[in-house]
């Protein structure tokens, strides 16, 4: 595609569901990022992907948070047992390779209530 | 491993007058260096880059940053500031094949 697609674009979910956002990456690009910005935060990261492993997943919050990529390409974040404190714009970036500039998608605004 | 440090959470500048937003980093090899721009409920977009070559880098509405090894930064300038310059502004590095990272991000605001 021409840009960094994520969806859905906006979720509402109910304490304690799982939900599942996806990030559709530019094609061709091999570094796949995920990042959380919370409300008046910076970008706090979450994990990378080069092809479909995960190098740095360092930045999960806790292990309701996993992510996977396939093909090298879409790639799915999963919180389960979504809690208030989980509400934020999580962020997909990808870059060519990890030597580029990472190009961003519009972000899923996630809302636990 | 590297960072970013971007000193100042939040900077003012009067309409008109001179942005300087400072970043500096750490690594362990000469790095890629990147400024990105997120206007309000909008994602991020690039502003500007380093790679090799000329040190001062020109990028889109007027910024401009210069890389500087000796000091390890990588600050960001704009000779006036304008209304449409309100934003955050986020600077990042990568070493070289490796994960990018960000610093926290500069609030700018633009005072008329």
């Known amino acids: 595609g021409a840009g960094v697609s994520q969806s859905p674009s906006n979720k509402v979910t109910e304490k304690g569901k799982d939900v599942e956002l996806r990030c559709d990456p530019i094609?061709?690009?091999?570094?796949l990022y995920w990042y959380r910005q919370s409300l008046g935060q910076g970008l706090e990261f979450l994990i990378y992907f080069q092809g479909n492993s995960a190098p740095d997943k360092s930045g999960l919050p806790s292990d309701r948070f996993s992510a996977e990529r396939t093909g090298g390409s879409v790639s799915t974040l999963t919180i389960q047992r979504t809690q208030q404190e989980d509400s934020a714009v999580y962020l997909c970036a990808s870059s060519l390779d990890s030597n580029t500039e990472a190009f961003f998608g519009q972000g899923t605004r996630l809302t636990v209530v | 491993a590297q960072s970013v440090t971007q000193l100042g959470s939040h900077v003012s500048v009067s309409e008109g007058a001179l942005v300087l937003l400072r970043c500096n980093y750490s690594s362990s090899v000469p790095p890629y260096l990147f400024w990105y721009v997120q206007y309000p409920n909008q994602g991020l977009q690039l502003l500007l880059k380093y790679t090799t070559g000329a040190t001062l880098v020109k990028g889109i509405n007027g910024f401009e940053a210069e890389f500087k090894k000796s000091e390890t930064s990588f600050h960001l300038t704009k000779p006036s500031a304008h209304m449409s310059d309100a934003a955050e502004y986020f600077c990042?590095?990568?070493?070289?094949?490796?994960?990018?990272?960000f610093g926290t991000g500069t609030k700018l605001q633009v005072i008329p």
């Open positions: 094609s061709g690009h091999t570094a």
């Open positions: 990042a590095v990568n070493p070289g094949y490796q994960k990018v990272t």
